[in-house]
């Protein structure tokens, strides 16, 4: 039988001071790193602090880690990769209309909140049936816009509250934060560069997207389907906002006990494919048509034929 020697109590407190003296000084060296890199970054590009904030956020970087695997949804064509590295470091687009279908002068920021093609709303319903299939995995009763409960008289505090017969949210599910409690989810995809959110603080933007889908949703949620509400937000640039982290947290310590993975694994995996689906859902934004839809001229082929003189 191997002897090992035995530590003093004084060995042991000797061997700990050592480990959190060379964790500390690794923290120390990693923040000066990336305070170097940044400051270099800032130094020669054309980006400013905001967006420089927002592609540095956790997550917004995850589909340049991964390995362009097809079969899970972790590939960009060339032209989309592009695209995608235009986006992130505001470079000049290239092959792109002078002007917007709508009439507006296209750029990068306007193709994110332009209407015309209906963009906003697929990139909305892509994130929502994403986050609903995970839900599924982890969760029961999972359900994709469910209609509210019917309301039968009841006031509210908050004039702004959806009182609407057809008032839906985007993703219920039963368990996910307490046994047995039906948890509602309400998606927001909002792009930050916009000239109305440009002078308010990201960390400020952030609040008030949730806050505005709270005051929507949330008071009758609790008080008439007895629930919990958590709006999910998440910028065009890949960031998402606080109580969308904390929801991301959950599901990921949920999802890495279902598949009995680790929980920093699932969790980048988790970032992963949110930040390629947002990606991906940008480069629609950029690349989609939005030509008016023309209705075919009705004639008759035999006549038209006849006068046109192409009757052999």
């Known amino acids: 039988v191997a002897e ?38 800032q130094e020669n590009s054309s980006l400013d602090s905001r967006h420089l904030d927002l592609i540095s956020a956790k997550g917004a970087s995850s589909w340049l880690t991964a390995l ?42 306007h193709a994110m909140i332009c209407a015309f093609g209906g963009f906003p709303t697929i990139r909305h319903n892509e994130l929502r049936d994403l986050m609903g299939s995970l839900l599924s995995e982890v969760c029961y009763n999972t359900a994709v816009e469910p209609l509210l409960m019917p309301l039968n008289g009841e006031k509210f505090q908050r004039k702004s509250t959806n009182t ?27 792009h930050p560069q916009a000239l109305s959110y ?52 959950r599901l990921a310590a949920k999802l890495s006990d279902a598949d009995n993975v680790e929980y920093s694994t699932m969790m980048g995996w988790l970032r992963c494919r949110i930040s390629f689906a947002l990606i991906r859902n940008a480069v629609m934004c950029i690349r989609g048509s939005r030509s008016r839809k023309r209705q075919p001229v009705q004639c008759d082929r035999a006549v038209a034929i006849a006068e046109s003189g192409l009757a052999a």
């Open 198 to 249: 440009r002078s308010t603080p990201i960390t400020k933007v952030f609040q008030m997207q949730e806050r505005h889908k709270q005051l929507q949703y949330e008071e009758r949620i609790i008080n008439v389907d007895h629930g919990s509400f958590c709006p999910l937000v998440f910028s065009t640039t890949g960031a998402i906002g606080p109580l969308c982290d904390r929801f991301l947290r």
């Open 4 to 41: 090992f020697p035995v530590l003093s109590l004084l060995d042991f407190s000797a061997v700990h001071k050592a480990a959190i003296q060379t964790k500390n000084s690794m923290k120390r060296q990693h923040r000066k790193l990336s305070d170097s890199a940044f400051k270099l970054l």
């Open 164 to 190: 609407s017969e057809e008032a839906r949210a985007d993703i219920k599910a039963t368990g996910f934060w307490t046994r047995s409690e039906e948890a509602f989810f309400d998606i927001r995809v909002f």
């Open 68 to 109: 362009p695997l097809h079969d899970h949804g972790f590939l960009l064509s060339k032209r989309d990769f592009r695209d995608a590295l235009s986006l992130r470091y505001n470079w000049q687009l290239e092959s792109v209309p002078i002007n917007c279908v709508c009439g507006a002068p296209f750029s990068a920021d």
